[in-house]
């Protein structure tokens, strides 16, 4: 008879961790975000030094992100001074000079509009629009719960 996985198998299976290559950092999302999600970093931004995107993506046409992970090479004090403590910008961590946080969309996609613009087309659009709000609503608070540092080798 085969034994069942153990805890820390199981735990493993439950979601996909994200291990960024730059700045070391991990996040844990749930599984069902892999069909949904494309990955892009950039470090062509304008206030940010670095950013991974993860883009909603339905049907092979990715609208936007649905969580964007940030790196900020600035101080604590810069990070109140300058508004973003107050912003849609949600701190993370601060290690080193560096603040990670993150923000995701206000709205929902344009090319969710109906044709004449003045409201959803939830008969159009009505899955990828609850999608996108389970990702954003219920999902991130829960992955930025998950963010964590690695840990910096002392050599």
């Known amino acids: 008879m085969k034994r069942p ?10 979601g996909l961790l994200y291990c960024d290559p730059r700045y070391g950092f991990t996040v ?8 949904y999600t494309s990955v892009k970093r950039s470090s062509r931004l304008k206030d940010a030094e670095y950013g991974v995107f993860f883009r909603f993506k339905y049907k092979g046409k990715i609208y ?3 969580l964007s992970l940030l790196v900020y090479k600035m101080s604590l004090k810069q990070w109140h001074d300058e508004g973003y403590a107050e912003s849609p910008i949600i701190f993370l961590a601060y290690r080193q000079g560096r603040i990670f946080a993150y923000t995701v969309p206000e709205e929902l996609p344009d090319e969710f509009l109906n044709p004449s613009k003045d409201d959803y087309d939830y008969r159009k659009y009505g899955r990828p629009i609850r999608l996108l709000k389970r990702m954003v609503n219920d999902d991130v608070p829960k992955i930025a ?11």
């Open 145 to 155: 719960g998950t963010f964590r540092l690695k840990r910096r080798s002392s050599r």
């Open 28 to 35: 844990k999302l749930p599984r069902w975000w892999k069909c």
């Open 5 to 14: 996985p153990s805890g820390a198998a199981r735990k493993r299976t439950n």
């Open 64 to 66: 936007e992100d649905a």
